[in-house]
Every structure is written in structure tokens, then in C-alpha cells.
């Protein structure tokens, strides 16, 4: 599985428009590039998956380089509610089976 | 549409009892996965069924563990012999493609073992 690094955890303000990079320098052809969101106490939510260039969704956008070696989760106009957890992960195109492993995530704190 | 649902929601068993819990996946899903998570782990995968193939058990964590899918739709996990270290949120999830990130997570059961 590639390894994924993004940022531990940022703070925004209601309104801004907010934008998590991941880092998977490992990447694999067949690799899809998805982001999970979750709240304490509820399980993961789906909320976009790329592979490459753009995809947007009435939730987020989600930026992808021709590289591939990173990506950007945008989420516009953030409220209180996106307080959550972001996760990152790669994979999913081959065989492995689709089993999700989270790392670390980047807690979003949203602030008034 | 519907989602993913499980029940029970809250399970509050004694050690060394059996305990079932069960998931609906959406319908046409064809892939379903089992996980937990503890206060405050991370998501540990347990198992995978995909339409008609042998289910992928990897990450059953002991022998007391097993789970079943009939009929290609309702799941149940079984937990024998519950232990304390069972505690934990038991997730499900369904996805409509094979071996894909795209999944859709239900609300969890979760299973409190004194």
C-alpha cells in the first residue's frame, strides 16, 4: 500500500475555503486516490474519490497533479459541521481486496 | 436511497456470552466488509465478502470470530465467547464495485463487553 502524509491537524474559520494536501510519493498505476471524512463516535463517511486531474462533487473537489504524487481535498466554504477528521487514502485499483486502512488523518478544526 | 444499516445499536453483553450483530447493505452492493474500532483506534479491518467468491478472512482477529452472508445481501458477524477486549464500535460497509475505496460505512454497533 502506498504511504500517505498529510498535515496532523489545521484550523479554519466558517466561510474559508479549506485544503488538505496529501503526499504519496509511492503511488501505483492502478491506485485510486479517495478521502474519508469522520466525526467522533459515527463511522467514515465517503467523500470523493480521484485518479487523476480534477473530480467535484457537491461536497468537495478533489485536485490531482500529473504526477499523481500528491493531492488536494477542497472543501469550499467550510461551516462548524466540517469540524472532523480527513482521511487519506490510496489504493483500491487492483486486487488488495479494498480493505481501508486509515492512517493518522488531519483534524480540521472550523472555527465562528 | 437507503443506507447501510445495522443493528443493534448498542449491545451490553456479560463476558463469555455470544453475541450477533447484522448488517443490510444498500441494495445492489455486491461487496461487504466488516470492521472495528476502539475508543480512539483506528479502523481494523475483519472481513470481506464479494458477490459469490469464498469471503476474505484475514482479519478475524480469533477463532471466535465468523460471519456469514446469505442470499448475497444480509450479513451477520458472531462474536462467541465475548472477552472484554471485544469492546468496540463493529462497522459495515458496502461497496457497489469489487476491491474499491468507495465504500459506505453504516452507523455501527456498538458492543460493550462487562
Known amino acids: 500500500l502506498a504511504k500517505t502524509t498529510q498535515p496532523i491537524s489545521m484550523d479554519s474559520y466558517e466561510g474559508q475555503e479549506v485544503n488538505i494536501t496529501c503526499s504519496h510519493n509511492?503511488?501505483?498505476?492502478?491506485?485510486?486516490i479517495t478521502w474519508y471524512q469522520q466525526f467522533p463516535s459515527q463511522g467514515p463517511r465517503f467523500i470523493i474519490q480521484g485518479y487523476k486531474t480534477k473530480v467535484t462533487n457537491e461536497v468537495a473537489s478533489l485536485f490531482i497533479p500529473a504526477d499523481r504524487k500528491s493531492s488536494t481535498l477542497s472543501l469550499p466554504r467550510v461551516s462548524l459541521s466540517d469540524t472532523a477528521v480527513y482521511y487519506c487514502?490510496?489504493?483500491?485499483?487492483?486486487?488488495?481486496?479494498?480493505?481501508?486502512?486509515f492512517g493518522q488523518g488531519t483534524e480540521l478544526s472550523v472555527k465562528p | 436511497g437507503a443506507g447501510v444499516s445495522q443493528s443493534p445499536s448498542n449491545k451490553v453483553t456479560e463476558k463469555g456470552k455470544d453475541v450477533e450483530l447484522r448488517c443490510d447493505p444498500i441494495?445492489?452492493?455486491?461487496?461487504l466488509y466488516w470492521y472495528r474500532q476502539s475508543l480512539g483506534q483506528g479502523l481494523e479491518f475483519l472481513i470481506y465478502f464479494q458477490g459469490n467468491s469464498a469471503p476474505d478472512k484475514s482479519g478475524l482477529p480469533s477463532d471466535r470470530f465468523s460471519a456469514e452472508r446469505t442470499g448475497g445481501s444480509v450479513s451477520t458477524l458472531t462474536i462467541q465467547r465475548t472477552q472484554q477486549e471485544d469492546s468496540a464500535v463493529y462497522l459495515c460497509?458496502?461497496?457497489?464495485?469489487?476491491?474499491?475505496?468507495?465504500?459506505?460505512f453504516g452507523p455501527g454497533t456498538r458492543l460493550t463487553v462487562t
Open positions: 460497509a458496502s461497496s457497489g464495485r469489487v476491491s474499491s475505496y468507495e465504500q459506505y
Open positions: 487514502l490510496v489504493g483500491g485499483g487492483g486486487n488488495q481486496g479494498g480493505k481501508l486502512i
Open positions: 441494495s445492489g452492493h455486491t461487496a
Open positions: 509511492n503511488i501505483a498505476t492502478n491506485d485510486y
